[in-house]
């Protein structure tokens, strides 16, 4: 379970996150959803510890974030994936060593046929051809290389998994698919996730709750459904574009 | 009073930097314990700081060794004995002008280097991903890049002075009428072996500011490619000013007791 308690950030004089409380449960996925610029991916970067607050709590199975020493925040994130924007794949190596990394069990890191084995599995789960494994970044488009990115977080079989953005920048063929595999693998993995967008759609495809993070607050948590049936005018205004999607007047 | 505010930001400022780089200095030394990572990854970065580096450090080594002998043999002609030539030309390549050349080129092309690698490596999110999947950056870019040069900039520098002082021999023996055995004499009659080892300490310390000062700011780089552009840049003269600063300390330290 994580839990965000009265978490607050600034950089500099800019306050980034103002005494949020937010909540994600065993086995659930939750979108958190904002315009760009109002601190989504500082409050997931917060979750595995990449980013201390300033004041509040980060909560991770019972364990404070920010008051972990180096060793246990090591061995604490190998139990998380985290799907970063852009990929963030390493551009000096391949598909295959790029994924290897994702192996965060040292003693399975180091046995080469469990490697070659393990990241063949996680690229099928992503759609990806075998061929793949030889590529290097440069040479994948902008989708495969988010996928090689996802393999990456699920290769060291996390229980959670943090998604930062990971339909921006696609077309809608390619942000369907990458919407498709979220659901998919939340399902066959059974991770908890927490899938930060400001892709509407998206998030009321694979999230079965949602938060709103607006001007560093958040502004509402709930279902779908109530999310829809809401009257908060934030809430309201940012689903508007998306009023007309099939997706959501169903 | 704008003038000391500015000033009292400066030293703010640098005081900050100094800071943030012992504390980096210490965290990397924490994943000194992680030989098999960091091993492996040291043995590319020093095979590309030597093989690539070889070749242009040599050549203004040469240069400087030739220009030195010429000027030398210019400005003393008929007042001096000509193997004072062989002895001005080894002691200003092997104290100064191999160690400091040497220096200030690779600070040049392995400090811009690896501040824009690691750079990119920050702005793309590359480090975060690392440190995310619960691996040190320390031992995986920072050491083995660091201790890649504490071992080539050293090596490097020997070479840089043979080629230096050969090429000296060479050029001098070409405009005057100085024999071998008159520049073997001069260049052995203020020798001293020390010479050699404050030689190559010089090139430790200059190798340590290189690249330590060339991570540190490809590890603090933001604001997208402007930023890289920005760190690569304060890396280099960082590095060329300090390289200047440490000569002059360390030949009051080593050489004038």
Known sequence: MIELQALHKAFGKQVVLERVDFEVREGETVALMGPSGTGKSVLLKHIIGLIKPDSGTVIVDGKDVSKLKRRELSEFRSHIGY????GALFDSMNVFENVRLGITDQEKYSDVDY????????????????ETIEKYPAQLSGGMRKRVGIARAIAGQPKYLLYDEPT???DPVNADIIDGLVQRLDHELGVTSVVVTHDVRGAFRVADRLALLSEGRIVMQGTPKEFLASTNPKVKEFLERDFDNPTLAA | MSLLAALGRWVLEGLSHVGRLSYFIVDAARGLSEVRIWWPRMMIEAWNIGAGSLFIVMLISAFAGAVTALQTGYQFTGSIPYYVVGTLVVSSIILELGPVLTALILAGRIGARYAAELGTMRVTEQIDALESLGRSPASHLVIPRVLAGLIMIPALTVLANLSGVLSGWISVKAVLPVT??????GAQYYWRPWDAYYS????????GSITVIACYMGFNTQQGAEGVGRSTTTAVVTSSVLILVLDTVLTRLLLNQ
């Open chain 1, 83 to 86: 799907v970063f924007q852009n």
């Open chain 1, 115 to 130: 490697c070659r084995q393990r990241i063949a599995e996680c690229i099928r789960l992503v759609n990806l051809t075998p």
């Open chain 1, 168 to 170: 921006s920048g696609l």
């Open chain 2, 180 to 185: 071998d055995a008159d520049f073997i004499y």
């Open chain 2, 200 to 207: 190559i300490i010089k090139a430790f310390f200059f190798a």
